[in-house]
């Protein structure tokens, strides 16, 4: 099983600064399968990017991923105050698995 | 709408079996592979499995153990998670995803709360 670590746990940060989150696999992800998601409290969960770096439909391009094999990064740059939530990575290339995820709380 | 709306969470007793629904509007399930997902209290969100378009196919994480089966009935445009013999530690949010691309899930219900509990 490839095992996701996230980090750090929380990113505390103020409107206008940019947010980095790490994803970090155990073992190389075939084809890149990395998506990112965000989780607002009592929402749904979203999607933002799959591939890797492909943002899905309708994601402001404010976010960003990338990277490859083992490391992957989300960046969200221009932080405004609806991103305050958590974010998390799941890979696709060996089954599924997820990291725990990055709280990110705008001051 | 587009949404995913789960339903049949509560609380079991260890050794019980449990039926989680998940009803799809404003798309038509039945075109996609769709996924059951679970998060324990304080854990990582766990997939699963998923069942493919017509219910032909079924895969399933190696934890499942033949305890968890998947179905669907795409006339009612709904998913189904059946889960035999519940333990403790079966405790936690169960949701259904759609799943597309190979394992991206480009939807998510809010998601049932499971809790096994004597």
């Known amino acids: 099983e490839i095992v996701l670590t996230q980090s750090p746990g929380t990113l505390s940060l103020s409107p206008g600064e940019r947010a980095t989150l790490s994803c970090r696999a155990s073992q190389s992800v075939r084809n890149n399968c990395v998506a990112w998601y965000q989780q607002k409290r009592g929402q749904a969960s979203r999607l933002l990017i799959y591939g890797a770096s492909t943002r899905a439909t309708g994601i402001p391009d404010r976010f960003s991923g990338s990277g490859s094999g083992t490391d992957f990064t989300l960046t969200i740059s221009r932080l405004e105050a609806e991103d305050s939530a958590l974010y998390y990575c799941q890979q696709c290339g060996n089954s599924r698995t997820f990291g725990q995820g990055t709280n990110i709380e705008i001051k | 709408e587009v949404q995913l709306e789960e339903s049949g969470g509560g609380l079991v007793q260890p050794g019980e079996s449990l039926t989680l629904s998940c009803a799809a509007s404003?798309?038509?399930?039945?075109?996609?592979?769709m996924s059951w997902v679970r998060q324990a209290p304080g854990k990582g969100r766990e997939w699963v499995g998923q069942?493919?378009?017509?219910?032909?196919?079924?895969y399933y994480n190696d934890f499942v153990k033949g305890r968890f089966t998947i179905s669907r009935d795409n006339a009612r445009n709904s998913l189904y998670l059946h889960i035999d013999s519940l333990r403790v530690d079966d405790t936690g949010v169960y949701y259904c995803a759609r799943d597309v691309m190979g394992g991206v899930f480009d939807m998510w219900g809010q998601g049932t709360m499971v809790t096994v509990s004597s």
């Open positions: 069942i493919n378009q017509d219910g032909s196919q079924k």
């Open positions: 404003g798309f038509i399930s039945g075109f996609y592979w």
